[in-house]
């Protein structure tokens, strides 16, 4: 099937040339026909190579540590997804929608009837979350119910795996403008709130992670390290809430962020991307995570 016949504009695949195996069994069962992009392996760069494509100073700033080999790498890659879906869909309007995957999605049933209904939308970048990795606890704000027993939701700024997600032209060309030499992680979804982006998501999607090895994390220590984006609501990640009224101060701050985002989701994307507005962004995302180290702030700001 065409991705034009569910309302798509563009589909693609990210996959390392190597990864013939991965690919293959990503294909089944497909709802749509996708072009495959090579991924990006940085794994094998020297640092020279990766500070010429990879702002590593600023990244450091942001996260408190070095971003992974892998890390960069698939920053890269789904840029360049974001930059051929552009060049593929000149002729369109800003709400065209790119479906982009990654080579360990696996497609289960209904997922074909579910893009048709997402695509009938409007999204600026929204994730396709696999049950596993459906949120729990106060994490997400219900925009609207949708055919199926799906959501649209707006979810809290944590990082999440970048597995499928549909991205409109307009918020492409927004992030692929300010990534000239890009300094955040892919699964950084408040970096892309941050420049303009409204970031949203659709949990329980039929579509799920092979049982395969992350290219991106090979040496380990990436999701461990994820913890320390989001201070304040790391503990209630691992839905172990040990003091209740820990607990409830952090539902009062959950619902106080959903309450902000929301209304700053609706400004125009212009206005999100200007540099009020990204500061507007970072002190609502702190009104639910509490503030960052100075430093990691300026980098924020740059």
Request: net charge positive.
């Amino acid at each position: 099937m065409e991705p034009s016949e569910i309302g798509l504009g563009f589909a693609a695949m990210i996959s390392l040339p190597s990864a013939t195996a991965r690919r293959e069994r990503a294909r089944v069962n497909a709802p749509v026909s996708m072009e495959t992009l090579d991924g990006v392996d940085a794994r094998g760069w020297s640092s020279q190579q990766i500070e010429a494509r990879f702002d590593v100073t600023r990244a450091r700033d942001r996260y408190g540590r070095a971003a992974l080999p892998g890390e960069v790498g698939c920053t890269l890659a789904h840029l360049a997804a974001m930059r051929r879906f552009l060049d593929c869909t000149t002729g369109g309007g800003d709400q065209t929608l790119g479906l982009i995957t990654e080579d360990d999605t696996a497609w289960t049933g209904g997922s074909v009837t579910a893009l048709a209904h997402s695509a009938a939308l409007d999204h600026e970048f929204t994730l396709l979350w696999p049950e596993e990795s459906s949120p729990s606890f106060k994490e997400v704000h219900t925009i609207r119910k949708m055919p199926g027993g799906l959501e649209l939701v707006r979810p809290l700024p944590f990082p999440r795996s970048t597995l499928a997600y549909l991205v409109s032209r307009r918020a492409a060309k927004t992030i692929v403008q300010r990534a000239r030499r890009p300094f955040w992680i892919a699964d950084d979804y408040q970096a892309l709130r941050e420049i303009g982006v409204d970031v949203r998501a659709i949990p329980q999607f039929p579509v799920a992670r092979q049982d395969v090895t992350s290219t991106v994390d090979a040496g380990g220590g990436r999701e461990a390290s994820y913890f320390s984006l989001q201070p304040r609501l790391s503990l209630l990640r691992g839905r172990k809430s040990f003091l209740v009224r820990f607990r409830t101060v952090e539902e009062r701050r959950m619902r106080r962020w959903h309450r902000h985002a929301d209304a700053y989701a609706r400004l125009p994307l212009p206005v999100r991307a200007s540099a009020l507005g990204r500061a507007a962004s970072i002190v609502i995302n702190d009104a639910a995570t509490g503030p960052l180290p100075p430093q990691r702030l300026a980098a924020r700001l740059g």
